[in-house]
């Protein structure tokens, strides 16, 4: 009887047909595939190679021919021969020189798609952060969680309440561009009214994080004619996805206080702004000013995109109403986040918006998504239902004030030449440097010595040759290795000639 090809013939006889016009040497076709196998991760360290009869038979070759190859290979040290076992792969990488088949052919592929592009998203500056932040013994990152304050015994017994069958039957199904009902009426009865803000249901609409958010109202309302003003420095991936959307971006200068109330408002269609945390300075706009911003953008017919970031970490005072809570005429769009207190990896947000809007952005995200993973909605509303939520946040403002305390008082004693600016909560202090001092190259050196700090410039609209202000985050770091971690940021300073002390 025939034998039946499978999934991992199939996936050979693919490999080894991309190699056919390389050479017209059949042994030497068969050693550049697996090469290239091994090279690309294809093969894991240390996994078994295929048997030599079941290649031959999925290539259609003399297995003569692929245990030539296989011995080719095992002499060179590139794959192990086992007794009675077969052969498996080295479980050191194959070296660079081996991959020059792979390398051409991204090179080939890159030259291909380059001519194709309409955007180029990838060569926006964004803000970068170390992939092994978590390994780093002092990370001042900003806005990633703190494994040792996440409920994790809580969570879990939201996330088992999701899985029992009759909640599994009402998330499970295809929600088509429907939200989750539990979720929606725990923003709607618990989360806005905390802020201030009541509205109907229907004005109401869960994304993947805020930044979703921002992405579906710029492919709604804008366009190249289209005029957003973003505070400077600002939120960069905010002004990214305007500018992607081809509007007209506008920096906007930032105080003490937030967001200035300049001439250039007048210029301005929609204003992006973060009034509760302003990101990155963590400076909260006055009530006074608020009221004066909503005054300007009616005189102006201008509409406000109100990010209310880290409005729940408030610890040095009473929480500043919402904008959104004082405006009476549905001009200010708002936009919220679970992502940033609950956990990054989540991606839940919501955004409320006039009911026209809502309905707009809802068919907008569709086709973008359909609707956002409903497993996860379900299991967020049990945990804000539950009180959970609520208790998170107590915990997290406690540990928060007392990092920010420490974080203050270490650097006015070991680095006083780094100015933090005042902030009545966030997680991080954005701090300036003194003149001279390059905050990128502060950053780098002071990654080799375990310390991640966030270089400032590309907060900025036109990014300074060097920038000498940093965000400097306390929400990933305990307490007690914040003040040794500033030491070193105090040596790295006088390394650079650049101390005070």
Same mark, same amino acid.
């Given at each position: 009887?025939?034998?039946?090809?499978?999934?991992?013939?199939?996936?050979?006889?693919?490999?080894?047909?991309?190699?056919?016009?390389?050479?017209?040497?059949?042994?030497?076709?068969?050693?550049?595939?697996?090469?290239?196998?091994?090279?690309?991760?294809?093969?894991?360290?240390?996994? &078994?190679?295929?048997?030599?009869?079941?290649?031959?038979?999925?290539? @259609?070759?003399?297995? $003569?021919?692929?245990?030539?190859?296989?011995?080719?290979?095992?002499?060179?040290?590139?794959?192990?021969?086992?007794?009675?076992?077969? !052969?498996?792969?080295?479980?050191?990488?194959?070296?660079?020189?081996?991959?020059?088949?792979?390398?051409?052919? /991204?090179?080939?592929?890159?030259?291909?798609?380059?001519?194709?592009?309409?955007?180029?998203?990838?060569?926006?500056?964004?803000?970068?952060?170390?992939?092994?932040?978590?390994?780093?013994?002092? &990370?001042?990152?900003?806005?990633?969680?703190?494994? @040792? %304050?996440?409920?994790?015994?809580?969570?879990?017994?939201?996330?088992?309440?999701?899985?029992?069958?009759?909640?599994?039957?009402?998330?499970?199904?295809?929600?088509?561009?429907?939200?989750?009902?539990?979720?929606?009426?725990?923003?709607?009865?618990?989360?806005?009214?905390?802020?201030?803000?009541?509205?109907?249901?229907?004005?109401?609409?869960?994304?993947?994080?805020?930044?979703? *958010? =921002?992405?579906?109202?710029?492919?709604?309302?804008?366009?190249?004619?289209?005029?957003?003003?973003?505070?400077?420095?600002?939120?960069?991936?905010?002004?990214?996805?305007?500018?992607?959307?081809?509007?007209?971006?506008?920096?906007?200068?930032?105080? *003490?206080?937030?967001?200035?109330?300049?001439?250039?408002?007048?210029?301005?269609?929609?204003?992006?702004?973060?009034?509760? #945390?302003?990101?990155? $300075?963590?400076?909260?706009?006055?009530?006074?000013?608020?009221?004066a911003l909503l005054e300007q953008a009616r005189a102006h017919g201008i509409v406000l995109l109100?990010?209310?970031?880290? =409005?729940?970490?408030?610890?040095?005072?009473?929480?500043?109403? *919402?904008?959104?809570?004082?405006?009476?005429?549905?001009?200010?769009?708002?936009? @919220?986040? %679970?992502?940033?207190?609950?956990?990054?990896?989540?991606?839940?947000?919501?955004?409320?918006?006039?009911?026209?809007?809502?309905?707009?952005?809802?068919?907008?995200?569709?086709?973008?998504?359909?609707?956002?993973?409903?497993?996860?909605?379900?299991?967020? /509303?049990?945990?804000?239902? #539950? @009180?959970?939520?609520?208790? !998170?946040?107590?915990?997290?403002?406690?540990?928060?004030?007392?990092r920010s305390r420490v974080l203050t008082a270490a650097l006015a004693l070991h680095a006083p030449?780094?100015?933090?600016?005042?902030? %009545?909560?966030?997680?991080?202090?954005?701090?300036?440097?003194?003149?001279?001092?390059?905050?990128? +190259?502060?950053?780098?050196?002071?990654?080799?010595?375990?310390?991640?700090?966030?270089?400032?410039?590309?907060? !900025?609209?036109?990014?300074?040759? /060097?920038?000498?202000?940093?965000?400097?985050?306390?929400?990933?770091?305990? /307490?007690?290795?914040?003040?040794?971690? +500033?030491?070193?940021?105090?040596?790295?300073?006088?390394?650079?000639?650049?101390?005070?002390?």
């Amino acid at each position: 009887m025939a034998r039946s090809a499978s999934a991992s013939d199939m996936m050979w006889r693919r490999l080894f047909r991309r190699f056919e016009d390389r050479t017209s040497h059949l042994q030497t076709r068969l050693q550049d595939m697996l090469v290239h196998a091994l090279a690309e991760g294809f093969i894991a360290p240390g996994a &078994p190679l295929p048997s030599s009869r079941s290649l031959a038979l999925a290539l @259609g070759v003399s297995r $003569t021919t692929v245990t030539l190859v296989l011995q080719a290979l095992c002499d060179k040290g590139l794959i192990q021969a086992r007794a009675r076992s077969g !052969y498996f792969a080295d479980k050191a990488p194959v070296s660079t020189p081996l991959t020059a088949l792979a390398q051409r052919s /991204a090179a080939d592929s890159a030259d291909l798609w380059s001519a194709r592009f309409k955007q180029r998203p990838s060569l926006q500056r964004n803000i970068r952060k170390p992939l092994d932040w978590q390994q780093q013994p002092y &990370p001042f990152i900003y806005g990633q969680w703190d494994v @040792g %304050l996440f409920p994790f015994r809580d969570w879990r017994s939201c996330v088992l309440e999701s899985l029992q069958a009759q909640s599994v039957r009402r998330w499970a199904v295809d929600h088509i561009d429907r939200d989750e009902e539990s979720l929606v009426t725990q923003i709607h009865g618990r989360l806005l009214p905390a802020r201030g803000i009541w509205v109907d249901r229907d004005e109401i609409l869960v994304t993947n994080g805020a930044q979703h *958010a =921002s992405y579906l109202l710029a492919s709604v309302l804008m366009d190249s004619s289209t005029r957003v003003g973003v505070e400077d420095p600002g939120y960069p991936d905010a002004r990214n996805v305007f500018s992607l959307r081809g509007a007209q971006v506008l920096p906007l200068a930032v105080d *003490a206080q937030g967001l200035v109330l300049s001439p250039a408002l007048a210029q301005c269609d929609y204003v992006y702004l973060t009034p509760s #945390h302003q990101c990155p $300075t963590t400076v909260t706009m006055s009530l006074e000013r608020r009221q004066a911003l909503l005054e300007q953008a009616r005189a102006h017919g201008i509409v406000l995109l109100e990010d209310d970031h880290e =409005s729940e970490l408030n610890f040095a005072g009473r929480p500043t109403p *919402a904008l959104k809570s004082l405006d009476g005429e549905g001009r200010v769009l708002y936009l @919220g986040s %679970l992502s940033k207190t609950l956990a990054h990896g989540l991606r839940l947000g919501y955004l409320v918006a006039p009911a026209p809007l809502v309905r707009e952005l809802r068919a907008m995200r569709r086709l973008m998504t359909r609707h956002v993973s409903t497993n996860n909605q379900q299991a967020a /509303a049990s945990f804000i239902a #539950h @009180g959970f939520h609520d208790a !998170y946040l107590r915990r997290l403002n406690l540990a928060y004030r007392e990092r920010s305390r420490v974080l203050t008082a270490a650097l006015a004693l070991h680095a006083p030449q780094l100015q933090p600016m005042p902030t %009545l909560g966030g997680s991080a202090l954005w701090v300036q440097g003194p003149q001279g001092l390059d905050s990128a +190259v502060l950053a780098s050196r002071l990654l080799a010595r375990g310390v991640v700090i966030e270089p400032g410039a590309v907060f !900025y609209a036109q990014a300074p040759q /060097a920038c000498n202000s940093m965000r400097i985050g306390y929400s990933s770091i305990a /307490a007690e290795q914040i003040e040794p971690g +500033v030491r070193l940021i105090a040596a790295e300073l006088r390394e650079l000639g650049l101390s005070r002390l």
